[in-house]
């Protein structure tokens, strides 16, 4: 069962005009939102180069550890002591997985500075736009006041 609702529409335009600042310069919010858009596209396109060197980097460190792999499974098999092949077994793999926790801390640290730098650059963006709307309604302001007639 379908119920009616009883709010009522909003009227934007009376809620408009409620304010005390009736005109903004429309070409300075205009400005403010173009600059917006540009630090928005700024952080995007750090964050994907970002992305991109990271997975360059792990595609490196992968095609790395095959060729590795690859070569300490081709040693194990070759001829010699099966305790002397365990032991250098061991420390291939002892060394893979130093390489693994180095190469993920690397990586690690690639995402942290990307999001740092993106954060740092919107947070200063946000800053400066509440700034420069502050200041537009601060001059909308002062130019609908009635000058005082000099005596």
Do not use: C
């Not at 596209?41 to 360059?56: N, V």
């Amino acid at each position: 069962m379908r119920t009616q609702s009883t709010a009522q529409p909003i009227d934007f335009g009376s809620l408009l005009t409620s304010f005390p600042i009736q005109v903004l310069p429309v070409d300075h919010i205009v400005s403010v939102q173009r600059r917006n858009v540009e630090a928005v596209a700024a952080a995007t396109r750090i964050a994907a180069e970002s992305w991109l060197t990271i997975y360059r980097r792990q595609v490196e460190i992968l095609t790395q550890t095959a060729t590795e792999g690859a070569n300490g499974l081709r040693h194990l098999w070759s001829p010699g002591a099966p305790d002397e092949k365990f032991a250098q077994h061991a420390d291939a793999v002892k060394t893979s997985f130093e390489k693994g926790v180095s190469n993920l801390r690397e990586a690690s640290g690639l995402l942290t500075k990307v999001n740092a730098e993106v954060g740092d650059l919107v947070a200063k963006r946000v800053t400066e736009s509440l700034t420069e709307m502050k200041d537009a309604v601060a001059k909308a302001k002062t130019a609908m006041k009635p000058s005082s007639p000099t005596p």
